[in-house]
């Protein structure tokens, strides 16, 4: 594939990644603060039926878009590491691009129960405690996963602009610490700002790689 090619189906992705965002958190903003992760902590059997069945329509709304959102976000790292991709630093390629793939896949699988739980606290069927001490395990799992993946692929990121520069550093010293923090410090703040940081590095990345695109 050329370089060309490469960095425009990378934008593309990276850019319909960051839309996807955009779009969760305007449904949630619509609809009370309502967002998945709120499904993801741990909370009694009946309360948690209770607020779920509750969301029931929002949150449909934001599996929808956040199953096309992990299409285009795994997409975009497979266009990334092929264009970051280099003798001398593969084994961090691999590595962090198989972290990606690990967090996507968690992410489909979370999406799923949720779907599950909600179907459940519809028809009545109660909801087993251990099955959301599992979900709350899984789900900072996933989210420590991107992490790592993302603290490593900066290591490989282009740092030639003020933009390259800005995003290799706001992973390193932005996304990590206030992802860490959600779990050990809950607050609200944390999630919007883990969101904020999300969303701002795809529109980032996204647009370094236009650069790039338009020089070739």
């Known amino acids: 594939m050329k370089k060309k090619q490469l960095y425009r189906y990378l934008v593309i992705t990276s850019l319909g990644a960051g839309l996807a965002l955009a779009a969760m958190l305007a449904v949630s903003l619509f609809n009370a603060g309502v967002t998945a992760q709120d499904f993801e902590l741990f909370a009694?059997?009946?309360?948690?039926?209770?607020?779920?069945?509750?969301?029931?329509?929002?949150?449909?709304?934001?599996?929808?878009?956040?199953?096309?959102?992990?299409?285009?976000?795994?997409a975009a790292f497979v266009f990334l590491a092929t264009a970051v991709w280099r003798k001398r630093n593969r084994l961090l390629v691999?590595?962090?691009?198989?972290?990606?793939?690990?967090?996507?896949?968690?992410?489909?699988?979370e999406n799923h129960e949720l779907?599950?739980?909600?179907?459940?606290?519809?028809?009545?069927?109660?909801?087993?405690e251990a099955a959301l001490h599992q979900r709350m395990v899984w789900s900072q799992l996933k989210f420590h996963s991107s992490y790592f993946a993302?603290?490593?692929?900066?290591?490989?990121?282009?740092?030639?602009?003020?933009?390259?520069?800005?995003?290799?550093?706001?992973?390193?010293?932005?996304?990590?610490?206030?992802?860490i923090l959600v779990y050990t410090y809950p607050s609200s703040i944390f999630s919007l700002l883990r969101?904020?940081?999300m969303l701002s590095g795809f529109f980032i990345l996204a647009w370094n790689y236009y650069q790039r695109w338009q020089k070739e």
């Open 44 to 74: 009694p059997p009946e309360e948690y039926a209770q607020a779920i069945t509750q969301a029931e329509a929002p949150l449909r709304a934001i599996l929808t878009i956040d199953n096309i959102f992990l299409t285009l976000y795994a």
């Open 150 to 179: 993302f603290f490593l692929l900066a290591f490989v990121l282009p740092k030639d602009t003020f933009l390259e520069k800005l995003l290799r550093w706001s992973l390193w010293l932005g996304y990590l610490p206030i992802g």
């Open 195 to 197: 969101y904020l940081f």
């Open 94 to 109: 691999a590595i962090g691009l198989g972290a990606v793939l690990i967090t996507t896949y968690l992410d489909l699988h």
């Open 115 to 128: 779907l599950t739980f909600l179907e459940m606290a519809i028809a009545g069927l109660p909801i087993d």
